[in-house]
């Protein structure tokens, strides 16, 4: 096969239109605090930022009304489901979602003191395309 620049293009690997993302960007901390505990949330679009001040990359998802930031431990789960041809046909069809876990975790400071802090993290579930408002069939 010749080579050819077409193969650098990168596909649109997600169906959801972004323009209805009217949100700016969260995070789970405020999604957790604004709708509570044991909310789904189900997953439209999956996406690695290059464009992080902290991180080379960084993992975002987008939900119905808009993007939010995942802990920099999960960006191994968003490579592996962006590798998966089945997990982006799951998010495409409306089967996958996440809820939010709040956990403590201890940090040590410089000067070896113990501090806690609140974290929180994506628990992937399946979800039902009905049990969300834009459903149609």
């Known amino acids: 096969m010749a ?23 969260t995070n789970l901390e405020a999604l957790y605090k ?40 999960q960006l191994i789960d968003i490579k592996s489901m962006l590798a998966d041809k089945a997990a982006v046909a799951a998010i495409n069809n409306g089967y996958a979602g996440f809820t939010i876990r709040q956990y403590e975790k ?12 609140t974290c929180y993290s994506a628990e992937w579930c399946d979800v039902s395309p009905s049990d969300f408002e834009d459903y149609s069939e």
């Open 3 to 25: 080579f050819s620049f077409s193969n650098f293009n990168k596909e649109r690997l997600f169906n959801f239109d972004t323009n209805q993302i009217t949100g700016n960007y």
């Open 34 to 73: 604004r709708d509570g505990e044991g909310v789904q949330y189900q997953l439209k679009g999956i996406y690695i930022s290059t464009k992080s001040e902290f991180d080379d990359e960084s993992p975002i998802c987008a939900i119905a009304d808009t993007y939010v930031n995942l802990p920099q431990h």
């Open 106 to 117: 201890t940090l040590k400071n410089k000067s070896g003191k113990a501090i806690p802090k």
